[in-house]
Each structure stands twice: as C-alpha cells, then as structure tokens.
C-alpha cells in the first residue's frame, strides 16, 4: 500500500513538472515571438495612405500653420499660399496630411494642390502639388518649431501624393519620412519613394528611389518590343552604426521579347554618405528599369 501511494505521488509529480516546462516553453516561446522585430517598421516600399485623425494635437497644429499661412484664421480645409514671384507665382492650398508624434517630437507633413489663377484646380498632367515636412518639439504642450523643409513639388495632375509613412533610421531615434512618387503616360508606368529626414536644423531629402517601372503599354503587341516590368523592395537593416542605417534592396526583373521571357533576380545595399548628406545607388540599379 505504502508503495503505491508513493509511485502515485512520483506519478503526480512528474505530470506537474512535465506541465510546468510546458507553460515555461510556452512563456518563453511566446517571449522570443514577441520581442522579434517588427518588419514592417523597416520596410521602405509599402507605403498607404493613412486617415488624418483630428484631435487635440491636430488642433494645437493646425493653430501654429494657420498662424503661416492663414493669417490666423482656423481652417479644416486649407490655405491659400502664394509660391514663386511674379509671373512664377502660383496659388496652393496647402493642409495638414499627416501628424505622427514621437516622445517629445511631432512629426508633420503639409501638402498642397495646385490652384489656377480663378481659384479652380490646376489638374493637368503636367502640374505638380508641394510638399513641406516640419518637426515640432512638444515639452509641456507647447510646440516650437525645431526644423522644417522648405516647400518641394511634388505629385502629377495638381497634387501631392499623401503616401506618408515615419519609420526609425537610426540607433540614436532618428526618424524619416517615406513618400511615394509615380507617373504614367504614353504607355509607360513607373514610381518608387523617397526619403526625408532633418539634417542640420533642416529637413532635406536624402534618398529619391525608383522601384517600380513598366513599358508594356508602350509596345502596341509588336512582337520584335522589349517588355521590361521591373519591381524591386526596400528594407533598411538595423545594425550598430553611428549613422543611418543602410537599406537592402531586392529586384525582380523580367524582359519579354516576343515568346522569350528572362527573369532576373539581384540584390543591392546602399549606405548612407555623410559628404553626399544622401544615401548612394549604387551603379547599374536605375539601369534596370524603363525610362518613364
């Protein structure tokens, strides 16, 4: 009796220690999935547009742009601002697209649309909107400019793309912007992003990257045409640099000439250049992709 009483209790104590390595498994399992890093924090070329939440940061926001360019005059809309001199001046209407808050700093980026003369919307082909980044340090609520960009044209047909995407570039918290630029015309179809980061108390583009390009409406079903789809993904790769991280690019390509196809496959990394104040491409990267 007194053995079998005991082989239970080992019986019963090892199921409580096989369960308790399982939940500590589990635990630790659970721990190692949940401390990988986020990809998608690091990926360059997938960039929506996001919905513009108007709280009480916008407010405060929109109070300091409507101070520039509504001579304080609240908007939800827009503001008319006037860009160039004389016969180069042209008329936005510029708004907040995008506000991002990062501990003390707010991270905002203003677009406009380009306006004709009358007030109506300049939406040809050919007419660009602009762009504009600033950086507000926020302590206490109470928001002082620290850098800013200057107004930069940006977008087709009148307006600014609002693919607006704040991603982490370097171990000491630096932080940039990824918007997306494309075109299409005459058959051919192209775009890729470009990134902007504060530099010296100032908001510069450090890197204009094509990563998308298409000629296959250009060939009209000749069959001696060249058909070149080209696409490639970006992802800056976190290392232990003083400097901004560089950025690992993979490209696929495929040229179709009549029933012949050719796949190709290369890959590129580009490091940032601290004389440049850019990151640098590295030679034969644009060649792969169609003029557009």
């Known amino acids: 009796m007194t053995q079998l009483l005991s082989n239970n209790l080992v019986k019963i104590a090892a199921i409580f220690a096989g369960l308790a390595l399982l939940a500590f498994g589990g635990f630790y399992f659970y721990q190692k999935i949940s401390s990988a890093p986020d990809t998608s924090l690091y990926e360059l ?46 008329i936005y209407c510029v708004e907040i697209a995008d506000i991002r808050k990062v501990g003390d700093l707010v991270y905002v980026v203003i677009t406009g649309e380009k306006f004709s003369d009358d007030l109506s919307p300049a939406n040809g082909h050919v007419d660009m909107g602009v762009i504009k980044f600033l950086i507000f340090n926020d302590r206490d609520k109470d928001l002082k400019l620290e850098s800013a960009s200057p107004f930069e044209f940006a977008g087709t047909y009148g307006t600014a793309n609002t693919n607006i995407k704040l991603v982490n570039i370097s171990n000491d918290g630096a932080m940039a912007w990824v918007t997306t630029f494309g075109d299409m015309h005459q058959g051919y179809s192209g775009g890729g992003v470009e990134l902007h980061a504060a530099l010296n108390n100032s908001i510069k583009s450090i890197l204009t990257l094509v990563t998308n390009s298409d000629n296959s409406g250009a060939c009209n079903d000749e069959a ?69």
Request: aromatic content about 14%; hydrophobic content about 30%; overall charge positive.
């Open 45 to 90: 070329t997938s960039v929506k547009e996001e919905k513009l939440i108007k709280d009480e940061l916008y407010g405060r926001v929109n109070v300091y742009v409507a101070k520039l360019y509504g001579k304080g005059v609240l908007s939800d809309q827009c503001y008319y601002v006037t860009i160039g001199v004389k016969d180069a001046a042209t």
């Open 224 to 292: 001696s045409c060249e058909i070149n789809t080209t696409s490639a993904s970006a992802f800056l790769v976190p290392d232990k640099g003083k400097g901004f991280y560089p950025i690992q690019i993979e490209v696929n390509q495929s040229i179709r000439v009549g029933k012949s196809t050719k796949e190709a496959k290369s890959k590129y990394t580009l490091n940032y250049s601290d004389k440049n104040f850019s990151y640098l491409i590295p030679k034969g990267y644009q060649e792969q992709f169609s003029e557009f």
